[in-house]
């Protein structure tokens, strides 16, 4: 592989201020592998790990810029929680 061939992990924050994981393949086609998390920390983390553990071997680890429109849902999200299961109203 040419290092322009090389597999990447995308780690990038999407519109509702969220940060994902992607794989992206020698095609260019993206395949998510993590999403909703508050901050990019806990992916770089799990980046690394892909790669240094062989799972995604000698991968480019690429972090894009928080978008400036999208840090105050961000913060928002960080105090998210996924709201309990509910029994149906019959």
């Known amino acids: 592989r040419r290092w322009c ?5 995308h780690i990038s924050q999407d ?3 969220f940060w994902q994981l992607s ?3 020698d095609d260019g086609s993206l395949t998510l592998i993590s ?3 508050p ?3 806990h992916l770089i983390e799990d ?3 892909l790669v240094e553990k062989g799972k995604v071997p000698n991968a480019a680890i690429v972090i894009g810029a928080p978008r400036p429109a999208s840090r105050s849902l961000a913060r928002g999200a960080a ?3 996924k709201p309990a299961p509910q029994k149906a109203v019959e």
């Open 5 to 9: 061939e090389m597999a990447k992990l």
């Open 15 to 17: 519109d509702t201020g």
């Open 23 to 25: 794989f992206e393949d």
């Open 35 to 37: 999403h909703q998390f």
């Open 39 to 41: 901050g990019p920390d």
């Open 47 to 49: 980046a690394r790990e």
């Open 79 to 81: 105090n998210y929680s």
